[in-house]
């Protein structure tokens, strides 16, 4: 946008979003809009319609639009203009009234919030912002909104404050907190006796002060103040918002507390305080109001979490009371599961500690109370009663039951996988003729939760289990039967060490998979046995052979069938090699003859329903699994099969080829294939080459460039094939770059990216000396370099794992031929382009990356400095010199000092680990 629209323009574009019912008109106006909001002209024209007030679709715009420019391109405003925004801001909130509508009256907030935090020069805003509008009461709505959106906003990460003005911040704000709080108890005394909404505010704002993590000084205050929070929980009649709020209040007190020495008169308070809402939880459960139970549970939750540290230290003395986990277990105990959810975590991390500790007598103490949550759990795990059929693997309760199981699984060990499996037994057993079919379903679910870690030699509890679900009457419920398959899959190690079982096992396994909802499970149950049993399985692969033969026939899911191959590819690998190659024809065949009937279609015909992805699937499931050792000189038992797939499977890239998914699918299949035989498809590696080079001219598929990789990391040693993959990159690279140098291509296309570079590196590690020397290299790197930014994590693990690469082929295996030659070619490139690349490895750490991928970079810096470390710190200096140490208004980003540290730790690093941190810690000076 180069000129300022007219506000009737503005006004026309914001009318035609809300009311023109025209889809393509909305979508015209939104997209107006858009470039709007990211011009400089948005700020004065925002402002404009703001103190116009003529329409609510137009002041919302507008103050949105303002919180956006604040937030995100507060770099346009010349400095001298922040005053005059800051008091236009001010006047603008000084209008608000209990009428204006909250979303605008929350933009504006936020608005002035993101400015007095970024704005250096503004020295005491929250003082300047009580005195312009705490004067009057009718300013309480726009006065409590601002004091509460200011502290959550001071680590929002988009504001891109720093370490150094975050830290200023905070101590700016813990030194007015008095005063906040001071306002706070006085809105409540004479606003909010009786007043809902003003206690929801005042809560509000009271928990988002504690949530900055600093326990408040004036203590006469926050006790004040946690008195009224702790007041309205106890009473049975507050509102739910204001309920809520009080939740949240209290949540972020008791997560202040996990310093317990600290803090430990606020810990000894809050810990008597929550033991008093304990009646009030109950009389909730008595009234089912479902939202204050679950607020009672974050607060129990929050305390025990807090409290985790003392409780494993010194359980059952003062704050490490044992009864903070019987709060916990009353609400796993609640009818609704969604209260019981809650806890988890708290569990996760109790096990966690446990284990770590490794500590008998700790086990036995928690022994009692993880006992109680598995039977609870147990009983959240029943489904209705009247429910038919099973149940979904992806509605709510199938997830939660997924949760359940995990959680299960993680803290068993306390009390014993064959203890609880025994117990679950036991309970199924006294049930008698009153256990319902969910009650016992239930319970062979938790079961199948443990069964995994049972002792394979038990010979007690497990063999009346499988006799028990191996004669299951017809009649069982449906759910009964599936999750009893479910728990033959998983004792699949104990079977493995009982074969008298086996054949009884897959009798039951074969006839559930001829019931189309029993199927999918039965297939992974399978599969399980064939992977523990794979030995014992060979005499029954024929047999195996036959069921796949008729798997159309049994009405499977895709998934089930995919399953079954799997299985039967893990025993093919036990046979004779004599027996290989048939066996596996045979699994082959039938994918084979499917896709034939595909490429018979006329691929014009836009009617055609075949779908070869269910195919292509199968013959990747077969290929994967199947892994043979040959011995010295002898042919691949898998050759002569896999030369009749491939000519299949470049058909169907042919017909196919301007379909990504489908394409992605084949090369996944031809990815097998050549996994499989390794060296063996060498003779088929130049009409493959040939084929994917030609139809990636046309159609860039980075799936295409994928199976590059797989193809250089097979046969790039082989002198034969060296000419060949270079040309196959070299005819890449046109069509590559292309895309690639697209305004926001790398954005676009972040699996070019992630893909061309796995390809790039797999050169360096097996043909580096050519690939330096390629044409294309130059290109290649200065590509990486402009991908350093992108904020992709796989297509910026890939271009680090090139540099990764790049420098150390410069200085590993110096006994090899080429090293000298290596070492040259790499210490040249780290010569002429040190002090960019380490500038922009640097740069993008602060400004683009997030966290998580500073050891990326952390390697790459760490290989050059081993390479050549008076080239690496000649370029690191270089590189920090450039490094902006204030930011747009003049606020100091990192000091001299904080400069020189991260310059020492980095130039003395003697491990990788010393320069991550250190970079991640030198990029929150910057986020």
Known sequence: METAPSLETVYQAIHALYHNPDPAGKEKASSWLGELQRSVFAWRISDQLLHQKAELEACYFAAQTMRTKIQYSFHELPVESYSSLRDSLLEHLSHVTEETAHVIVTQLCLALADLA????????????????????????????????????????????????????????????????????????????????????????????????????????????????????????????????????????????????????????????????????????????????????????????????????LSPGQNLGDLRTLDLLLICVGHHDYEVAEITFNFWYRLSEILFKKNNDHLNRLFHPYIRRLIISLAQHSQMEPDHEGILEEHDDFGEFRSRVSDLIKDIVFIVGSSSCFKEMFENLKNQGSNATWNMSEASLFVMAAVAKNIIPDENEVVPQVVEAIIHLPEDSHIAVRHTSTLLLGELCEWIEKHPQYLELVLNYILSCLQHKPLARMAASALQNICSSCRTKMASHFNGLLQIIQAIDSFSISNEAAVDLLKGAAL???????????????????????????????????????????????????????????????????????????????????????????????????????????????????????????????????????????????????????????????????????????????????????DDLFRLCTRFLQTMPVVFLQCPVFKSLFQLALAACNLDHKDANSSVMQFFYSLMQIGRLHEKAPDFTVRQSLVKGILKEHRQTLIFTLVQAAIFHLPSYVMPDIADVLYEMMKLDKELFLLGFEEALQQIPTQNQNGSVTVTPDQLKEFHCLVSSAEHVKTISTSLRDFSRLYK
């Not at 404050?161 to 905070?170: H, I, K, Q």
């Not at 993959?725 to 676009?748: E, I, S, Y």
């Open 117 to 312: 935090l970024q704005m250096a020069s503004w020295e005491s805003p929250v003082e300047d912002i009580i005195g312009r509008l705490g004067n009057d009461a009718k300013y309480l709505p726009a006065l409590l909104e601002v004091l509460t959106v200011l502290p959550e906003e001071v680590n929002s990460r988009s504001l891109r404050l720093g370490a150094n003005r975050r830290t200023e911040v905070l101590k700016s704000l813990s030194h007015v907190e008095p005063q906040v709080l001071q306002l706070l108890n006085t809105c409540l005394h004479t606003l909010g006796v009786d007043n809902a909404t003003v206690q929801t505010r005042v809560f509000r704002c009271f928990g988002s002060w504690l949530s900055l993590g600093v326990v408040p000084s004036s203590e006469e205050h926050l006790n004040s103040l946690l008195n009224v929070v702790f007041h309205a929980l106890v009473n049975s009649n507050t509102p739910s918002p204001v309920h809520e709020a009080a939740s949240d209040c209290i949540c972020s007190a008791l997560f202040l507390i996990e310093a317990v020495e600290k803090n430990y008169s606020l810990a000894h308070n809050l810990f008597h305080g929550v033991y008093k809402v304990v009646d009030a939880y109950h009389m909730s459960v008595a009234k089912e109001d479902i939202d204050k139970s679950m607020n009672y549970c974050r607060m129990f939750t929050e305390l025990a979490e807090s409290l985790l540290d003392v409780i494993i």
């Open 571 to 753: 025993i093919l690998c036990q046979l004779p090699d004599e027996q290989v190659t048939d066996g596996l024809r045979v699994l082959c065949q039938c994918q084979l003859s499917h896709l034939s009937k595909v490429l018979q279609q006329d691929p014009q015909d836009k009617t055609a329903k075949f779908d070869p992805t269910p195919w292509l699937d199968r013959i990747s499931a077969i290929f994967r699994h199947v892994n043979i050792c040959v011995k010295g000189n002898n042919t691949h038992p898998c050759l002569v099969v896999v030369k009749e797939v491939w000519p299949v499977m470049s058909q169907v890239c042919e017909y196919y080829k301007a379909d990504i998914r489908i394409i992605e699918r084949c090369c996944r299949c031809i990815r097998f294939l050549i996994r499989c035989v390794g060296r063996y498809f060498a003779i088929l590696v130049e009409p493959l080459v040939t084929q994917i080079v030609r139809i990636y001219q046309e159609h860039p598929h980075s799936c295409f460039l994928y199976l590059g990789s797989i193809l250089v990391d097979e046969y790039g040693r082989d002198p034969g094939c060296v000419q060949g993959l270079v040309d196959m990159l070299q005819a890449f690279c046109g069509p590559t770059f292309h895309l690639l140098d697209k305004q926001d291509g790398l954005r676009n296309h972040p699996d070019t990216v």
